[in-house]
């Protein structure tokens, strides 16, 4: 009944743009943050980007701060990661997650409980 669906990766040149999408069933999405993560092959998994409940506080981790936006379309239960000027360290596989039910967010794993799958991203060198 709870899915969240990750959607948008592929490869993409150095500098070149994605957007990722998370769809949401179940749950209606806005009740709560929604974090974007991501695990390259042979390291640990890493937040990148969250939206809190009601999408009125962003945050995003210093390495994609500038490049990615996080935003939600409550119509369509669905959060996005816009990703712009991409850089080869950004390849790794994305995940979104489902977090508390707060109108502020962070990226501690800890607090996600539910998650997607995840989509492929490769940025050429």
């Known amino acids: 009944q709870l899915q969240l669906v990750e959607s948008g990766g592929g490869l993409v040149q150095p500098g070149g743009s994605l957007r990722l999408s998370c769809e949401v069933s179940?749950?209606?999405?806005?009740?709560?943050?929604i974090g974007w993560f991501r695990q390259a092959p042979g390291k640990e998994r890493e937040g990148v980007s969250c939206?809190?409940?009601?999408?009125?506080?962003?945050y995003d981790t210093d390495s994609v701060k500038g490049r990615f936006t996080i935003s939600r379309d409550n119509a369509n239960n669905t959060v996005y990661l816009q990703m712009d000027s991409l850089k080869a360290e950004d390849t790794a596989a994305y995940y979104c997650a489902q977090g508390p039910r707060t109108t502020w967010c962070t990226t501690d794993q800890a607090e996600y409980t539910e998650w997607g799958q995840g989509t492929q991203v490769t940025v050429s060198s």
């Open positions: 179940g749950f209606n999405s806005d009740y709560y943050a």
């Open positions: 939206i809190s409940a009601g999408g009125h506080f962003t």
